[in-house]
């Protein structure tokens, strides 16, 4: 069935990058997506990626996608304590509904 | 330009009692769907409108119903709460299925 993974918990030093994996198993989502929820609030979309790319540069914002390895990572350099919240992986199905992860909270120590 | 709005922002009911949340799509989006978030996890998607017709449902009960209107906000309804219903309650939109969507910041509903 579909499924989505991540990492639970994050800690990275203010200033340096940080990684966030996430696997997925619906090799036909047209669209990958990551989300920053902050405390108390709904859902930011960060950015997002299409199947047929292998990255993507937003800014401070590295998306990797490793379609044979159904593997999807989110590079946040020069990383902020603003940065710090849960981040999302979510696939999107063939019905075009997002399936999420279970989110991976960020720590950034100062 | 406006984002994706829900309302109430929060929301206390007792078990049994019946729920109305809703939502404002961001503009020139036409797609609404609803998503429950329970404490700690992802959120799992409820059903999506489109053209005012619900055009996908996940795994929930039939007491979760809801609607779109002609100007292509939502409502979700929820009968006969439970405890366990107790949960953020997000609203995306996209301006077609397919398309991101972008959230709301969501209804919490505490069932007491």
């Known amino acids: 069935g579909e499924d989505v993974e991540q990492s639970l918990f994050l800690s990275v030093r203010e200033g340096d990058s940080s990684v966030i994996n996430c696997t997925y198993t619906d090799s036909s989502s047209t669209y990958l997506y990551w989300y920053k929820q902050e405390p108390g609030a709904g859902l930011q979309l960060l950015t997002y990626i299409f199947s047929n790319m292998d990255m993507k540069q937003d800014q401070r914002l590295t998306v990797l996608l490793n379609k044979k390895d159904k593997h999807l990572s989110l590079r946040i350099a020069d990383t902020q304590t603003g940065d710090s919240a849960i981040y999302f992986c979510?696939?999107?199905?063939?019905?075009?509904?997002?399936?999420f992860g279970s989110g991976t909270r960020l720590l950034v120590r100062p | 330009d406006a984002g994706v709005t829900q309302s109430p922002t929060h929301l206390i009911k007792t078990r049994g009692q019946q729920v109305t949340l809703r939502c404002s799509p961001k503009?020139?989006?036409?797609?609404v769907s609803w998503y429950q978030q329970a404490l700690g996890q992802g959120p799992q998607f409820i059903f999506q409108?489109?053209?005012?017709?619900?055009?996908q449902r996940g795994n929930f009960p039939d007491r979760f119903s809801g609607h779109q209107f002609p100007n292509y906000s939502s409502e979700l309804n929820v009968n006969a709460l439970l405890l366990g219903d107790s949960a953020l309650y997000l609203c995306a939109s996209s301006s077609r299925g397919d398309q991101p969507q972008h959230f709301g910041d969501g209804t919490r509903l505490s069932i007491l």
């Open positions: 979510a696939e999107v199905d063939s019905s075009y509904k997002l399936i």
């Open positions: 409108y489109y053209e005012e017709e619900e055009r």
């Open positions: 503009s020139g989006h036409d797609t």
